[in-house]
């Protein structure tokens, strides 16, 4: 089935939220780093003007950059109404209400808008579908890392969540996963499912990041090899 730009809600972090979210550290940033559903988020643009290396990879890349700003437009509101109807849901701790929710994640879209071109020329947005095998050698970044995709989709199934994550691990040193939670917030089997298949090979591990927004979403999972 083709991957239509229609069935996306296009919603961007920025890079201090990355940083919180997978527990990236100064030496970790200055690794070699893929960004696996990565959508609009800024993170690569701002990791690509401090001296980083990032290459980002979403289905969504195929679209062109009119197509992608249009389709937040489509979304915006519906987003924050949906958010206002839920905040009880939000820990209101980094992000202190609605209104700067919306600025900061608008100001990360319109900053990987302002980016997406140049970033297409210089191969660092990718268009890409888990869990097909990726255009890279083996090893060829130093951590990978899922950010609101891989464990939170549980209907995608075991097997899909196993394949995109070995195909990360093929070309990942390291690949770090978050939130562990389903799209309700709710631990799910999945992620112990997950969590036994890798650890007959790896080291799997479960952290507590300093980044909660919705309530209970604050674990980490890490697969090294």
């Known amino acids: 089935m083709a991957f239509k730009l229609d069935s996306v809600v296009p919603?961007?972090?920025?890079l201090e939220e990355y940083?919180?979210?997978?527990?990236?550290d100064d030496s970790d940033i200055s690794k070699k780093i893929a960004g696996f559903g990565d959508g609009p988020a800024c993170f690569n643009c701002e990791m690509t003007n401090a001296g980083g290396h990032v290459v980002s990879f979403d289905p969504i890349y195929q679209f062109s950059k009119e197509e992608?700003?249009?389709r937040i437009e489509e979304v915006r509101i519906t987003v924050m109404q949906q958010m206002k109807e839920n905040m009880d849901n939000y820990v209101w701790a980094h992000i202190?209400?609605?209104?700067?929710l919306e600025h900061i994640r608008m100001s990360a879209m319109k900053k990987f808008l302002s980016d997406y071109n140049q970033g297409k020329k210089e191969g660092r947005y990718v268009y890409h579908e888990l869990p097909d095998r990726l255009p890279y050698?083996?090893?060829?970044?130093?951590?990978?890392?899922?950010?609101?995709?891989?464990?939170?989709y549980t209907s995608l199934g075991y097997d899909f969540h196993i394949q995109s994550i070995t195909e990360m691990l093929r070309v990942c040193k390291e690949v770090?996963?978050?939130p562990i939670v389903d799209l309700d917030a709710n631990k799910t089997d999945l992620i112990?499912?997950?969590?036994?298949?890798f650890q007959k090979d790896y080291d799997a591990t479960i952290v507590t990041t300093?980044?909660?927004?919705?309530?209970?979403?604050?674990k980490l999972l890490i697969i090294r090899k």
Do not use: A, C
């Open 11 to 14: 919603w961007g972090r920025n």
């Open 19 to 24: 940083k919180l979210m997978f527990g990236l």
């Open 68 to 70: 992608i700003e249009k």
């Open 137 to 152: 050698e083996s090893e060829s970044f130093d951590i990978g890392l899922s950010s609101h995709f891989l464990l939170m």
């Open 96 to 100: 202190k209400g609605l209104d700067e």
């Open 210 to 218: 300093e980044y909660e927004f919705q309530k209970g979403d604050n």
């Open 176 to 178: 770090r996963i978050f």
């Open 192 to 197: 112990k499912d997950v969590i036994d298949y």
